[in-house]
């Protein structure tokens, strides 16, 4: 029996790869994505934030996950609803922190309360990822993460700034490396196990 039984829900099988590695979740699939990412796999680089109780799919979008490339909130998916799909977390963004915009958001000092960081990186990337060199108006377009603290005049320069390293016009020097691995982060993952062989 799995702890959502317990409590008179249902549990199933969800699969879906998350940072290239394949997963099965024993889950009430109607559980958000977010809450399967941090407390499942432990992946806590995926924030959620307040708003009307963290979750809400209507506050900052802390919560941001590539889905098959595209940001989504990861509150407002069901594990159901991402069988099947390829998840980035920013855990899986890059290894080595080497991915563009956070060569660019640490060059540019943009990273403010860090709570809502590993959200705006994701909406960024998924911008490049689609756009190669967006204009001022498609990335104020594509980001609709909020920032309290008003980050959003770097958050401009990261982005363009991002594109001309994404396209080898310029170089920065690299961040620091993170002081924990991805699979250091995820080692306790009492709901996760390997799918089987194909
Ligand atoms: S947890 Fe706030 S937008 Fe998803
Ligand atoms: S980075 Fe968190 S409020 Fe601005």
Do not use: W
Not at 151 to 160: A, D, G, Q, S, T
């Amino acid at each position: 029996m799995c702890l959502q039984q317990a409590h008179g829900g249902g549990c199933a099988m969800s699969r879906m790869t998350v940072n290239d590695r394949p997963v099965e979740f024993d889950l009430d699939p109607r559980m958000p994505l977010l809450y399967a990412l941090r407390e499942a796999m432990n992946l806590t680089g995926t924030k959620a934030c307040g708003g009307t109780g963290g979750g809400g799919a209507d506050c900052s979008g802390a919560c941001m996950v590539l889905v098959d490339g595209v940001a989504l909130r990861s509150c407002a998916i069901t594990l159901a609803e991402a069988e099947g799909r390829l998840i980035t977390t920013i855990e899986g963004l890059s290894r080595d922190r080497s991915h563009p915009v956070q060569q660019a958001m640490v060059a540019q000092g943009a990273i403010q309360c860090g709570y809502c960081t590993p959200g705006i990186v994701i909406s960024a990337a998924a911008l490049l990822l689609r756009n190669s060199a967006p204009t001022r108006a498609d990335i104020e377009t594509a980001i609709p993460n909020i920032c309290r603290c008003g980050v959003y005049p770097r958050l401009i320069k990261v982005v363009e700034q991002a594109a001309r390293v994404a396209q080898r016009q310029e170089r920065i020097s690299a961040a620091p490396a993170p002081g924990i691995s991805p699979a250091d982060a995820a080692k306790a993952v009492p709901a996760l196990r390997a799918a089987p062989p194909e």
